[in-house]
């Protein structure tokens, strides 16, 4: 079975530039998740998608992340402008129905010059 | 808001020692995790305990959830090279119950040969 796939890999960019990640999930898992995860941090919760409806957002930072999975299987979370303290991992992560193992993705490495 | 703590945050120890890694929150939890992350990967679930005092064992690991369902440990046998990485504690099924988790801030282990 396929795991969660990310692209890209790896990510530099200028502050203010815009970027996007793209995360395809485990086939047939309903919830997908992004994490945001600072260098010497565990993972943080961006927004969880049942499907392609939103289950929670509450700690995206909605004035310049947006995120969006449109027929409930890959999704892209996109930053615009960037700051420099968004210089992070972005992890995907997908589980069957939300209550289960979640699945990590490899993640992308975004430096923000 | 719900937050684990995890201690120590660095870990550097011989091949043969044994360890125990701590996670510690306020909050009730009805489920903790235990990841494993490698550099350049994103984390891998290692267990699940879901009952207050459980113990479960993972060949040299051993994790236990605390009988209040608000701390957890991870004790390795033995450390080898290959456990090198970043642990991280995860707490889930907070009120909402979206199957979101929340993450402590990991524990770099290196175990030197």
């Known amino acids: 079975e396929a795991g969660v796939a990310q692209s890209p890999r790896y990510k530099i960019i200028e502050k203010r530039q815009s970027v996007a990640f793209w995360c395809n999930p485990i086939?047939?898992?309903?919830?997908l998740y992004w994490y945001q995860q600072i260098l010497g941090q565990g993972p943080k919760l961006l927004i969880q998608f049942q499907n392609n409806g939103v289950v929670d957002d509450s700690q995206l930072p909605k004035d310049r992340f947006s995120a969006e999975r449109l027929k409930g299987v890959d999704s892209t979370l996109k930053i615009q402008p960037a700051k420099l303290e968004d210089s992070a991992v972005y992890l995907c992560?997908?589980?069957?129905?939300?209550?289960?193992?979640?699945?990590f993705g490899p993640g992308t490495r975004l430096l923000v010059l | 808001t719900q937050l684990l703590e995890q201690s120590p945050q660095f870990l550097s120890i011989q091949e043969g020692e044994n360890l125990t890694v701590y996670c510690n929150s306020s909050?009730?939890?009805?489920?903790l995790q235990w990841y494993r992350q490698e550099p350049g990967e994103g984390p891998v679930l290692l267990v699940t305990?879901?009952?207050?005092?459980e113990v479960k064992k993972l060949k040299r690991l051993t994790f236990q959830f605390g009988d209040a369902r608000k701390d957890s440990s991870l004790h390795i046998t033995a450390a080898q090279p290959g456990d090198t990485g970043l642990y991280l504690c995860a707490g889930g099924g907070g009120s909402s119950n979206t199957g979101k988790l929340i993450f402590g801030q990991g524990t770099t282990l290196q175990v030197k040969p």
């Open positions: 305990v879901v009952t207050g005092g």
């Open positions: 992560a997908s589980s069957p129905t939300g209550k289960e193992t979640q699945y």
């Open positions: 086939s047939g898992h309903a919830t």
């Open positions: 909050s009730v939890f009805s489920s």
